[in-house]
């Protein structure tokens, strides 16, 4: 089945604690992103990688590391997580000019 | 700056009547493309419906229509013969269609449909 797959679904963890959201696809599509979903904003794009090695900012990108060193994996870092990044947060996965799967998102609390 | 406009933050709808959920975009590109996506309840993104900038006939996909007025840069979803399971957040969003994956969205509009 194609899929976009995020772990851990759901997170609690504590200020300035390094974390690593993963996200992987089976689709084999070039492009992947992550976005982070805040009550009244809608969804605003963190980084967006077109290729493996290939990255780039998205609106938000303060306090996030990603990478994508293969083509199905491009895990979301945050090396020390505030409060301000509670949040649900989707990874996204495309080929060519399709649009966006979506995975089923990681609900971060970040005390 | 590329922008989108949703400025119903919620609207009603009874069960078999048709609604129309506005959306307004701004951008500089020649070429992008238009999204809607759905998130019920259960918090996934469902992919609805796409138009691209250069298509002249609006997108249709079963109850699903984009009518599209690109000199106006709206981009409206309607929803024929609503349903009770189209009760959701829907979301507009804009990406440019060469070399970027950045898709902006906007803020969403929470439709309730009741019988």
């Known amino acids: 089945e194609a899929q976009v797959t995020q772990n851990p679904r759901y997170l609690i963890t504590v200020t300035g604690k390094k974390l690593t959201v993963t996200c992987s696809q089976n689709?084999?599509?070039?492009?992947m992103s992550w976005y982070r979903q805040d009550p009244g904003l809608g969804l605003r794009q963190i980084y967006y990688?077109?290729?493996?090695?290939?990255?780039d900012k998205g609106d938000v990108p303060e306090g996030y590391k990603v990478s994508r060193k293969e083509k199905r994996n491009f895990p979301l870092i945050l090396e020390s997580p505030s409060p301000n990044q509670t949040s649900l947060y989707f990874c996204a996965s495309r080929a060519g000019n399709q649009p966006q799967h979506f995975g089923d998102g990681t609900r971060l609390s970040i005390l | 700056a590329q922008k989108i406009t949703q400025t119903q933050p919620g609207m009603f709808v009874q069960e078999k009547e048709a609604v129309t959920l506005d959306c307004t975009y701004d951008?500089?590109?020649?070429?992008?493309?238009l999204f809607w996506y759905k998130q019920p309840s259960s918090g996934e993104m469902i992919f609805l419906i796409y138009q691209g900038s250069y298509d002249e006939q609006n997108a249709t996909e079963g109850r699903y229509s984009l009518n599209f007025q690109k000199a106006r840069k709206s981009a409206n979803l309607v929803i024929s013969a609503s349903q009770l399971g189209d009760s959701a957040m829907y979301f507009c969003?804009?990406?440019?269609?060469?070399?970027?994956?950045?898709?902006?969205f906007g803020t969403g509009t929470r439709l309730q449909v009741f019988p």
């Open positions: 951008t500089s590109d020649q070429s992008y493309g």
């Open positions: 990688s077109m290729n493996v090695e290939v990255t």
């Open positions: 969003a804009m990406r440019g269609l060469y070399n970027t994956d950045k898709l902006i």
């Open positions: 689709m084999n599509h070039e492009y």
